[in-house]
């Protein structure tokens, strides 16, 4: 499935047949270390996290503001989804781990697993 923007992400976990939470990771663009370069290559590190049932955001502009709220600043926001089963939505230990995991990918540089989504809600993609 090709997600062109985050309502659309949004349409497509509630369309599951199993209820879903959004894991959520705001990452900062930044440097990476070693020699100074004219065009220095960017890495992202991962700032915040949060999980999030889908009925409970509607946009990206909301999604933003809240997270602006915060006053972490980020650059790209990192979604994945965690399905749940019977009707339930993950359990905090379940939801707890799969961010940890989550965290662990971005530091890895694998984010091609997520939905990326740049500010003002672009869809990002990484190679």
């Not at 497509?12 to 959004?22: C, N, S, T």
């Not at 707890?96 to 990918?105: G, R, T």
């Amino acid at each position: 499935m090709t997600i062109d923007s985050f309502e659309g992400l949004l349409v497509a976990a509630a369309m599951q047949d199993e209820p879903q939470r959004l894991l959520l990771a705001f990452a900062a663009s930044e440097a990476e270390p070693g020699p100074t370069a004219a065009a220095p290559r960017q890495t992202l590190v991962p700032v915040m996290c949060v999980a999030k049932q889908v009925g409970a955001l509607d946009t990206f502009a909301n999604l933003e503001a809240e997270a602006s709220k915060l006053g972490m600043h980020w650059d790209v926001v990192l979604v994945s989804t965690l399905g749940g089963a019977g009707g339930l939505l993950p359990d905090s230990r379940r939801t707890d781990a799969a961010l940890e995991k989550m965290v662990s990918y971005i530091r890895a540089g694998q984010m091609d697993r997520f939905a990326v989504f740049g500010r003002g809600g672009a869809v990002l993609r990484y190679a």
